[in-house]
Nanobody
Framework: QVQLVESGGGLVQAGGSLRLSCAASGGTFTYYTMGWFRQAPGKERIFVAHISGYGTRTLYADSVKGRFTISRDNAKNTVYLQMNSLKPEDAAVYYC??????????????????WGQGTEVTVSS
């Protein structure tokens, strides 16, 4: 099991940028595919992006492709989500997630075993 702590959320104007971070501890970081999900009020948690253990494979939701970039620094046990050209519909609580020794083929949250507490992103129009 790995412990995850997100940071970097906040208020930004539409068109602006934010970078989220997720620090992991308690496991061998490179063994984990790391994902980002988001949940808006009253809606289900949905997939944003994931990155494999050594960063060689990434997957993005269509809604963020070309605007968001997931990356990781294995020396710092940290995964990032760079969010550019933010839209009001990007506002949500963003969660970091981890899955051990597996690269999910899909975008289901059920494939991830460990979750952070979330960081809130607010986008003003």
């Amino acid at each position: 099991q790995v412990q995850l702590v997100e940071s970097g959320g906040g208020l930004v104007q539409a068109g602006g940028s934010l970078r989220l971070s997720c620090a992991a501890s308690g496991g061998t970081f490179t063994y984990y595919t790391m994902g980002w999900f988001r949940q808006a009020p009253g809606k289900e948690r949905i997939f944003v992006a994931h990155i494999s253990g050594y960063g060689t494979r990434t997957l993005y939701a269509d809604s963020v492709k070309g605007r968001f970039t997931i990356s990781r620094d294995n020396a710092k046990n940290t995964v990032y989500l760079q969010m550019n050209s933010l839209k009001p519909e990007d506002a949500a609580v963003y969660y970091c997630a981890a899955v051990h020794l597996k690269i999910p083929t899909g975008m289901s949250s059920s494939e991830y075993s460990d979750w952070g507490q979330g960081t809130e992103v607010t986008v003003s129009s």
